[in-house]
């Protein structure tokens, strides 16, 4: 019988890397130290068979999958639209959520924008900073950086168009954001074959499901509470769950246990109305996975 092949799998180095790790862990998948002390950083091993990792720049990782030398890997959508690569989209993570934003000097703007002149704009980001000039109807010239874009205004760019999580960076080096670009965030990215080939296309399901389900779980709590049964569906009602809630009897018919997977965000208004309606002995808990 032949051996099942390999899935080369890039994992981003740098930035993306610690969420990105977290995320794995969280899904069981451990990362150990890959070999000797010059491979180390970049050929770690997972705990799951059948898988070979590299440590990458997300912008490698992109071009790696586009050529086809990797079969799935993380890496920012913003690299993949600026590269324009032929790949699939597995998951959007969320991880690391970053606008892609012009920004320049306050001093250079005329009420709020840019003024109407001739422009230098530096980016990185060559293909996405060209449409944006496009779409803007700017008159610019483009410059290309190679990382610390914020430091080339005032004397060397205009304008720039960069990353920005908080936008700390920018405000630090004098800079106002003028337009968004676009928003990006940790994806997982295959390339077409990959899922095309029968002997892969497996085990990267079940790799997308675990990474899956760790993310919604990370988005929901569980609500445990002890309700009569007189109570029950008043309960019931304001206890929003994935489908129906679990619901067990309580020892010597004293009511309602009930269990619900509960998103995190609704948890302010759900507790205070499960008590209003006669739910007692309430204990949230956190969710390590959850598989539908």
């Known amino acids: ?30 990362i150990r130290s890959g070999g000797p002390a010059s491979a180390r950083d970049y050929r770690p091993r997972l705990s799951l068979p059948g898988f070979d990792a590299k440590l990458l720049k997300p912008q490698n990782i992109v071009e790696m999958l586009h050529v086809g030398s990797r079969d799935i890997g993380f890496a920012g959508r913003d690299w993949a639209v600026e590269k324009d690569a032929d790949l699939v989209e597995l998951i959007d993570t969320g991880l690391d959520p970053v606008r892609l934003v012009a920004a320049a000097p306050l ?17 990185e980001y060559e293909r996405l900073t060209r449409d944006w ?3 803007s109807g700017l008159d610019a010239t483009f410059v290309r950086s190679y990382g ?44 077409p074959a990959a899922l095309d080939d029968a002997g892969k296309r497996g085990g990267i399901e079940s790799f997308v499901m675990m990474l899956g389900s760790v993310l919604d779980a990370r988005r929901r709590v569980m609500v445990e509470v002890n309700v009569t049964d007189a109570r029950l569906e008043a309960v019931i009602a304001v206890l929003p769950s994935m489908r129906e809630p679990t619901v067990s009897p309580l020892h010597g018919e004293g009511g309602y246990a009930i269990k619900a997977a509960v998103p995190r965000d609704l948890l302010a208004r759900v507790i205070p109305e499960i008590k209003a309606r006669g739910g007692t002995d309430i204990v949230v808990s956190a969710i390590g996975n959850i598989v539908v």
């Open 1 to 30: 019988m032949s051996a099942e092949p390999t899935i080369r799998l890039g994992l981003p180095k740098g930035r993306m890397q610690d969420a990105a790790f977290a995320l794995l862990e969280d899904a069981g998948i451990h």
């Open 107 to 123: 001093k250079l703007l005329v009420d709020g924008g840019l003024p109407d002149r001739r422009l230098v704009i530096a980016s």
């Open 133 to 135: 000039i496009g779409r």
């Open 148 to 191: 610390a874009t914020e430091v080339f205004p005032p004397e060397d760019a205009d304008c720039i168009v960069d990353n920005s999580a908080t936008g700390s960076t920018l405000r630090s080096n004098g800079l106002e954001i003028v337009d968004d670009v676009m928003v990006s965030s940790t994806r997982l990215f295959a390339h």
